[in-house]
């Protein structure tokens, strides 16, 4: 039997620009965590929370956002980026072919256009998210 810990996963860090929250962390986690700045909190409770439910995943609920939803919007205001990664074939020298991963990092927009679809079909994955801290401190609630 194979134990996995999602606890990798969860977890928030700052630094100077961003806060970065793991792909596992539900909203609910992130109100009672006290490295998640309490404007972010504030967000979560006043408009988040209306468009989600608060018990599932950052990651859940951007691969089923509509750039309709208000929440879209809140987190285009705040500089969401996701961060993913996907295997690609790379032929190496002598011809061997080598599976070789690539990490990118965009933002809300660019990742429903170009890696929604990857991600939901198995052939990518999200790592993790982040907030400008500097959005976030312009951000009016």
């Known amino acids: 039997m194979e134990i996995q810990n999602n606890n990798d996963f969860k977890y928030v860090i700052q630094d100077t620009n961003c806060v970065y929250f793991g792909k596992e962390l539900t ?9 998640v ?9 006043a408009h988040i929370a209306k468009d989600a439910d608060i018990n599932q995943t950052m990651a859940a ?3 089923q ?3 309709q939803e208000f929440s879209y919007r809140i987190f285009e205001q705040l500089k969401l980026t996701v961060r993913v990664c996907y295997k690609v074939q790379k032929k190496g020298f002598g ?5 070789k991963w690539i990490h990118k990092t965009c933002s809300l927009k660019q990742f429903c256009v170009d ?7 198995g052939d990518a994955m ?6 400008s801290k500097l959005a976030l401190m312009t951000f009016s609630i």
């Open 65 to 67: 956002i509509s750039d």
């Open 115 to 121: 890696y929604r679809g990857q991600v939901s079909g």
């Open 27 to 35: 909203y609910a986690e992130m109100m009672d965590k006290d490295d």
């Open 126 to 131: 999200i790592e993790d998210f982040s907030i």
């Open 37 to 45: 700045p309490f404007k972010f909190k504030a967000v979560i409770s």
């Open 61 to 63: 609920h951007i691969l």
């Open 95 to 99: 011809g061997k072919i080598k599976d």
